[in-house]
C-alpha cells in the first residue's frame, strides 16, 4: 500500500488544517516531518516539452516567467496528498527533485520555450528586455483521496495564469488552467508521478494555445493599418 507521511503532530505542538488555502498554525517551528527515518526517498522531475531545435527568432516576444505563488504547504519538495477537504498529507518516501515553486517555474518556461516566436525569460535574466510578464498562482499540484488512509484516486493542477504588458505595464489576459489525471496504479509512487506528467502535459497544451493567440492577437492589434 503507499503509505502517507502526515502532518508531523507532537513536533513543538504544531498541526495544521487546510481553510479556504490559508493554514491556521498553532505552536511554531517544523509543520511537517519531509525528513522521515528509514532509506532516502526516492526523487521524481517532471520533463518539459520538447525544446524548438531551429533559431528562428527573428521578431520573438520575449516573456519573463515568474517563479510561481503557492501556499507554504504545497510550496516545498514534498508530494501533497490533499486527504478530502481539509487535511494535507506528503507521500512517504518520495519527493519532488525541488521545490514545487521552482519545478514548475522551469516547466512553464520550457513549455513556453517550445512555442514558436517566444523567448521565455527567468526572473535572474535581468539583462535582456521583455515586452511581456507571465505570473501565475498555483491553488492545487497534489494526489488527491477521499480522506485519511483511504487509497489515492487522481491527481489535480490548478494554475492561474495571468498575461501582463509591459512598457507600459496593464494586465492583458488571464486564465485559469487546469487538469485532473486518475492513478494507474495504486501503491506506486511511480504511478502517481506519471499521472502529475499527464495532468502537467495538458496543462502544457492549454497554455501554449491560449498564450499564442493572445500574443498573435497583440500583433495584429499593434500593426499599423495599411
Do not use: N
Not at 502529475?196 to 500574443?215: H, K, P, T, V
Amino acid at each position: 500500500m503507499m503509505r502517507l507521511a502526515g502532518w508531523f503532530r507532537g513536533m513543538r505542538g504544531a498541526t495544521v488544517l487546510i481553510a479556504g488555502m490559508l493554514p491556521v498554525l498553532s505552536g511554531c517551528g517544523s509543520l511537517v516531518d519531509l525528513k522521515p527515518s528509514g532509506p532516502p526517498p526516492a526523487h521524481y522531475l517532471l520533463h518539459p516539452p520538447t525544446p524548438r531545435t531551429d533559431d528562428e527568432r527573428d521578431g520573438a516576444a520575449f516573456v519573463l516567467v515568474a517563479e510561481p505563488v503557492m501556499p507554504r504547504a504545497l510550496a516545498t519538495d514534498g508530494i501533497a496528498v490533499r486527504e478530502g477537504r481539509w487535511r494535507l498529507a506528503y507521500l512517504a518516501g518520495a519527493r519532488w527533485g525541488d521545490r514545487a515553486p521552482v519545478m514548475v517555474a522551469r516547466l512553464l518556461r520550457r513549455t513556453l520555450e517550445a512555442m514558436p516566436q517566444v523567448v521565455a525569460l527567468g526572473d535572474d535574466e535581468t539583462g535582456l528586455s521583455a515586452g511581456w510578464r507571465l505570473v501565475s498562482e498555483v491553488d492545487a499540484f497534489e494526489i488527491e483521496t477521499p480522506g485519511p488512509g483511504a487509497p489515492p484516486e487522481r491527481v489535480r493542477i490548478a494554475i492561474d495564469i495571468r498575461l501582463i504588458r509591459l512598457h507600459p505595464t496593464r494586465l492583458v489576459a488571464e486564465r485559469r488552467l487546469e487538469a485532473a489525471q486518475p492513478i494507474s496504479a495504486q501503491g506506486d509512487a511511480g504511478a502517481a508521478v506519471a499521472a502529475f506528467q499527464r495532468a502537467f502535459d495538458a496543462i502544457e497544451d492549454d497554455l501554449q494555445d491560449w498564450l499564442g493567440g493572445m500574443l498573435a492577437g497583440q500583433s495584429r492589434s499593434a500593426a499599423p493599418a495599411s
